[in-house]
């Protein structure tokens, strides 16, 4: 339900579509990224047009993130700014909307209307498809906020409709949500029950995806491959069955699935590594920790023996499959002995690139009651000691591909004329020599240095001038 929020702050009406300029300001996870295409296309489709800077714009949507405090604190200090840009506006007689969208606005609701009085219009993720009303109604001085998780479907309300614009690479949500309740997460409260899109509607959005240029598809869900969707003879498939769809589509040359949970990686979606070409060698599963203890305190629901014999059945389908995973250090109650387990399941990995975060107490989350919360000086050093090793590891993943030859996907212009860069199958940042006819084009590249950031390469058989990392 919509509610309002009794209080005016707006003048009449100045603004229609027509004359609005939005800017979609996104953070978090890639789910906000597809989101805010989303919300862009669908104000495209009323009359909006799309500001380059938020200094440029009418109104300004927040996709927010709540994973950490740190994220959510960011929103609010970015709602700052933007009550003093409405301001300046409001001196000089000209309108100004601010919009909260995403997880900050699905988690506080009315809150954020209480703490930023500059803030119109609060909706959740589940409500985007009403953004266009809504937003009418700002423009009448009302506050609202719309939270529901909506009974109509988001994803049909949300057609994809400006594909062209997107360059080489695209996201596609295929499933939602979450039912896994990790202890420390929100998640599963800010993103609701875990919803799987009908096969029909993934295949049809890729094609026009492809049509429109897209070479690679990365299929998302916050537990993508929990995805069990709906075919139209009323089957149910699984993302295996999804992704070997969608590698026939004509045009797509590589697909990536992005995040899974250990305890979904079903033996079909392990064997599709080895059978499907287009499905790149490398899988972000998240661990969070290699100690037992704290495994079952988070919720994960598996143990770290069971994580690395996904890891080796994973390398036995596509033996040159590389690994990323999440961590999560200083969980409450972690002890040295916890911390040295994931140390060592680590080792025994061997990530080719990590994501690694202080634990955050969330309200609303158990793990934040608990009574045996970490300083934040072991949290820190923890955290520099995880990372040390991590960097070591991408670093030698990085140096072992040097003299390799690997397939690259070009995706724009180098920094540097005369260059192009591009992804090899591992998610590796490459620049080689080549004209910009390369980009959306595969072509095998040799490698010869590894920098910091990026590989530098040649094409196979092409010229080559030495590429500055
Ligand atoms: N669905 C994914 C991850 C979603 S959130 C999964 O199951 O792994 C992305 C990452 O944020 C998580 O993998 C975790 O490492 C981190 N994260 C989530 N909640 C956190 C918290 N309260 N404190 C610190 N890191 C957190
Ligand atoms: Fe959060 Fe766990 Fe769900 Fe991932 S699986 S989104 S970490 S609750
Ligand atoms: Fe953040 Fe929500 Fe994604 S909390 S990580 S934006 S699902």
């Given at each position: ?11 009449p ?62 929103v ?67 506050r ?51 919803v799987?899109?009908?096969v ?46 969608l ?67 994973l ?5 040159d ?27 025994k990995?061997?990530?080719?690139s ?59 212009p ?35 240095a ?20």
């Amino acid at each position: 339900m919509t509610a309002p929020f009794a209080e005016a702050t707006l003048g009449p009406d100045q603004t229609s579509p027509g004359r609005t300029k939005v800017f979609v300001k996104s953070y978090g996870c890639q789910m906000n990224v597809y989101d805010a295409t989303r919300m862009t296309d669908l104000l495209a489709a009323q009359g909006y047009s799309e500001a380059a800077r938020e200094e440029e714009a009418d109104l300004v949507v927040l996709n927010t993130c709540h994973i950490r405090e740190k994220a959510t604190e960011k929103v609010y200090s970015e709602l700052g700014k933007l009550a003093s840009l409405k301001q300046e506006r409001g001196a000089s007689g000209r309108d100004f909307r601010i919009v909260v969208a995403g997880c900050v606005a699905q988690a506080e609701g009315v809150e954020v209307l209480r703490r930023q009085r500059a803030v119109d219009l609060v909706v959740g993720p589940q409500s985007y498809q009403r953004l266009p009303e809504l937003l009418t109604r700002t423009t009448r001085g009302e506050r609202l906020t719309d939270t529901d998780f909506a009974v109509e479907d988001k994803f049909l309300a949300l057609r994809r409709t400006a594909a062209e614009r997107r360059g080489v690479g695209a996201f596609v949500t295929v499933q939602e949500g979450c039912d896994k309740f990790c202890s420390f997460c929100v998640v599963p409260y800010t993103r609701g029950a875990e919803v799987s899109r009908p096969v029909e509607q993934i295949v049809e959005e890729t094609e026009a995806l492809a049509e429109a240029g897209v070479r690679e598809i990365t299929v998302i869900g916050q537990n993508v491959n929990a995805y069990l969707g709906a075919d139209a003879a009323g089957g149910e498939w699984s993302l295996a069955r999804l992704l070997e769809r969608l590698a026939r589509v004509p045009g797509v040359t590589r697909l990536r699935y992005t995040t899974s949970h250990p305890v979904d990686m079903a033996q079909d979606l392990i064997d599709a590594h080895g059978a499907l070409p287009q499905l790149m060698p490398f899988v972000h599963l998240p661990v969070q920790s290699g100690s037992n203890r704290v495994l079952k305190a988070m919720n994960r629901r598996h143990d770290a023996d069971a994580y690395l014999d996904l890891v080796a059945r994973l390398r036995a389908a596509r033996p040159d499959i590389a690994l990323s995973s999440d961590f999560i250090v200083g969980f409450p109650g972690e002890t040295d002995e916890d911390f040295e387990a994931t140390l060592d399941l680590i080792r025994k990995v061997g990530f080719a690139s990590t994501f690694s975060f202080k634990y955050s107490a969330r309200p609303g989350t158990p793990a934040a009651e608990r009574d045996d919360q970490i300083d934040e000086d072991v949290k820190s050093e923890r955290l520099a000691a995880l990372q040390e090793l991590v960097e070591a590891q991408r670093r030698d993943f990085n140096v072992a591909t040097v003299g390799r030859t690997v397939d690259v996907l070009f995706e724009k212009p180098g920094r540097h004329d005369g260059q192009i860069a591009g992804k090899s199958p591992y998610m590796q940042a490459v620049h080689a020599t080549g004209g910009l006819e390369l980009i959306g084009a595969v072509a095998p590249v040799t490698i010869v240095a590894a920098g910091s950031n990026s590989l530098a390469g040649k094409l196979a058989g092409g010229a080559f001038r030495e590429a500055p990392l």
